[in-house]
């Protein structure tokens, strides 16, 4: 059974930081190219950031110089670090695994900048 479980949201104030981890279980985590997305009240799912399985990693624009997307094959794990919060950051953040043909997603996990 395929688990993403995603973890590290709360509420944080405007220049603040967060780091989220997305944990894997049931895939062959190094196989993957993994993806985080975020999804705003009334808004479509964007990707945030991307890594592949060879770690090349890509970023939104809204992102760059912000946040870094980074994984650890040894703890099935991939983190997105988030420094410089913005009202605008507040989101669920999804991860997304990728393989071939196949993905998964997590459960989501809720970001808040506020002040």
């Known amino acids: 059974q395929v688990q993403l479980v995603e973890s590290g949201g709360g509420l944080v104030q405007p220049g603040g930081s967060l780091r989220l981890s997305c944990a894997a279980s049931?895939?062959?985590?190094?196989?993957?190219?993994m993806d985080w997305y975020r999804q705003a009240p009334g808004k479509q799912r964007d990707l945030v950031a991307s890594?592949?399985?060879?770690?090349?990693?890509n970023y939104a624009d809204s992102v760059k110089g912000r946040f870094t997307i980074s994984r650890d094959n040894y703890k099935n794990t991939m983190y997105l670090q988030m420094n410089s919060l913005k009202p605008d950051d507040t989101a669920v953040y999804y991860c997304?695994?990728?393989?071939?043909?196949?993905?998964?997603w997590g459960q989501g996990t809720q970001v808040t900048v506020s002040s």
């Open positions: 049931g895939i062959t985590f190094r196989l993957y190219d």
């Open positions: 890594i592949t399985s060879r770690s090349v990693t």
């Open positions: 997304k695994a990728r393989f071939s043909a196949m993905d998964y």
